[in-house]
């Protein structure tokens, strides 16, 4: 069995970590503005940060890992969102999470940042209509949620484009 390194353990926990962030924001800001006029639970912005954080955790600590972790933060996600919004943040996690995975895994071969693009895609719709239609029984806030978790993958893609292109430095 690999021991994961200590930056893979790093992001790891970093992804379950934004799972109680999430739920946290949900329950104590309501909802925030997301762009162009849109608005949706404030969880948003670490819901999209924990499908960017999967994809990464998943190159740095291996599929199993990664599997574990999603299980946690089904967990997680459950035993620490606000008894209101419990099984419907569980439910959303678990689908989008498994959904993200099975679309990165295959394409992963054909690039990181494909994989990650298309598999956050995926995601971040999933999550977004599981979980309003299941906590809330609205779609309302549901561009603003697919626009809050865009942001995070795009962040996450233009920062990781950045920090290939930097050139080592020799001494």
Do not use: C
């Not at 608005?39 to 574990?68: F, K, N, S, T």
């Not at 979980?131 to 697919?146: D, M, R, V």
């Amino acid at each position: 069995m690999n021991v994961p390194t200590p930056a893979a353990t790093a992001t790891l926990v970093a992804y379950v970590a934004t799972i109680p962030a999430a739920n946290l924001a949900v329950t104590h800001f309501g909802a925030v503005p997301v762009g162009f006029g849109y608005v949706a639970p404030a969880g948003v912005y670490m819901v999209g940060l924990a499908l960017v954080l999967r994809d990464l955790a998943r190159e740095a600590a291996g599929r199993g890992a990664v599997l574990a972790a999603i299980v946690i933060g089904t967990v997680v996600s459950y035993f620490l969102a606000d008894p209101a919004l419990a099984g419907a943040s569980a439910a959303a996690f678990a689908v989008a999470e498994g959904m993200d995975f099975v679309v990165y895994e295959p394409l992963r071969k054909r690039g990181f940042l494909l994989a990650m693009a298309a598999s956050n895609l995926v995601g971040l719709l999933s999550d977004s209509f599981l979980f309003l239609k299941l906590a809330f029984n609205s779609l309302e806030y549901l561009p603003g949620q697919i626009l809050g978790k865009a942001w995070m993958t795009l962040a996450a893609i233009a920062i990781l484009v950045l920090l290939r292109r930097r050139k080592p430095a020799t001494d």
